[in-house]
T-cell receptor, first 115, second 112 residues
Framework: GAGVSQTPSNKVTEKGKYVELRCDPI?????LYWYRQSLGQGPEFLIY????????DSGLPNDRFFAVRPEGSVSTLKIQRTERGDSAVYLC?????????????FGEGSRLTVL | QQQVKQSPQSLIVQKGGISIINCAYE??????FPWYQQFPGKGPALLIA?????SEKKEGRFTISFNKSAKQFSLHIMDSQPGDSATYFC???????????FGTGTRLTVIP
């Protein structure tokens, strides 16, 4: 497809479980971002990849959150021992350039609900 | 600490009217100010952006006004249409940064 693809679109899990969220960016975009959007709030930065490496993970809230991008394309956000407070929409975005110099293209998000 | 403060939280405008959304920031290092539009169930999409070397940027019915000394910027939607009903987010970033700081959003409803 032409846009950023995220799966699953919805995920319901129980407290304490492990979750993986996948992002397939626009072809050719080397920059990839994960954001978290809580209800009624703006997106909050989690992590940024340039190519395969996590260039900035300063937004990850704690060590339960981890993300990878092993081949410089698809990325997976991993959340261990989920908590109810992790419930949110997790947005992935990609771009050709950095966040300061160009447009971020967002996917539709993965809505995570932790019961 | 909210890096970008946005108001109002919600806005109702009659069709054909002008919608105005305001944002303020503190970090003088910010030098890129985009506005994103988000429809329910969709991701945000870039609407228009400005850099501080100009005080205004217009694209169709959408205009950003930028006041560097006041550290404020606003989005004006002229001739508002029901199709403009969405949530609007202002954002800011600085050169070399990897992150966009988003405001809390304004839910715009345009009444036919």
């Amino acid at each position: 497809g032409a846009g950023v693809s995220q799966t699953p679109s919805n995920k319901v899990t129980e407290k304490g479980k492990y979750v993986e969220l996948r992002c397939d960016p626009i072809s050719g975009h080397t920059a990839l971002y994960w954001y978290r959007q809580s209800l009624g709030q703006g997106p909050e930065f989690l992590i940024y990849f340039q190519g395969t490496g996590a260039a900035d993970d300063s937004g990850l809230p704690n060590d339960r959150f981890f993300a990878v991008r092993p081949e410089g394309s698809v990325s997976t956000l991993k959340i261990q021992r989920t908590e109810r407070g992790d419930s949110a929409v997790y947005l992935c975005a990609s771009s050709r350039h950095s966040a300061n110099t160009g447009e971020l293209f967002f996917g539709e998000g993965s809505r995570l609900t932790v019961l | 600490q909210q890096q970008v403060k946005q108001s109002p939280q919600s806005l109702i405008v009659q069709k054909g009217g002008i919608s105005i959304i305001n944002c303020a920031y503190e970090n003088t290092a910010f030098d890129y100010f985009p506005w994103y539009q988000q429809f329910p169930g969709k991701g945000p999409a870039l609407l228009i952006a400005i850099r501080p070397d100009v005080s205004e940027k217009k694209e169709g019915r959408f205009t950003i006004s930028f006041n560097k000394s006041a550290k404020q910027f606003s989005l004006h939607i002229m001739d508002s249409q029901p199709g403009d009903s969405a949530t609007y987010f202002c954002a800011a970033s600085k050169t070399g940064a990897n992150n966009l700081f988003f405001g809390t959003g304004t839910r715009l409803t345009v009444i036919p």
